[in-house]
């Protein structure tokens, strides 16, 4: 009988033990889940916009105080996780002394590495305007890459190209504004203009 009241009491502090993990269990889980929750909602948090600006201009200046640059567009979000910029329809304009301006449109773009790499997608073209060292510029393509700080854009994706009277089309290009450099690579086009008769 003794052994029997042992071995219930035994049983019984089992199963106690069992629903006591159990529960201990449960509410660990809980506390992870809401903990889980609660960093979820906070990363979304740090990913909101801090500020958003509509119809800005932005002016870079050079080192030595001039205007080197001028962004603008239709709106402005800025992004402090990663201290990036988002803009709908902007247009960049290059300010560069000595040097024809451009002219730059896309439908997006983000700014980011401290303004120093800028990445336009959708319809993005450029036309600088001919003058008396440098012939007429237009280029179109999808997607392109400009460093103002460095003077150069590059593109992965076709791109259409108009210098002066030649055209040419390829599937990537890499140019330099400040050194007049460009490399067009990949498939495609090049038209010159005819020669012109002697005289």
Avoid: C
């Amino acid at each position: 009988m003794r052994n029997q009241r042992i071995a219930h009491r035994f049983r019984l502090s089992l199963g106690m033990i069992f629903v006591l993990l159990a529960a201990l269990g449960s509410f660990y889980l809980l506390e992870l889940l809401n903990r889980a929750d609660e960093q979820m909602q906070a990363d979304k948090r740090l990913n909101e916009p801090d500020y958003i600006i509509h119809n800005f201009s932005f002016v870079r200046m050079s080192k030595d105080g001039k205007p080197s640059y001028i962004i603008a567009g239709d709106k402005l979000t800025h992004r402090p996780i990663d201290d990036s910029s988002e803009v709908d329809n902007p247009r960049v304009r290059s300010l560069a002394g000595g040097k024809p301006p451009m002219e730059i449109v896309a439908k997006t773009a983000r700014v980011e590495d401290a303004n120093s790499r800028v990445t336009l997608n959708g319809n993005v073209t450029i036309d600088r305007a001919a003058a008396p060292d440098a012939q007429l510029l237009h280029l179109e393509s999808d997607k392109l890459v400009i460093f103002p700080d460095e003077d150069r854009m590059e593109t992965d994706q076709p791109v259409k190209l108009r210098l002066g009277n030649t055209t040419a089309s390829a599937n990537s290009m890499r140019a330099n504004n400040a050194t007049r450099e460009m490399h067009l690579a990949g498939n495609g086009t090049l038209q010159l203009p005819p020669r012109a008769a002697d005289q």
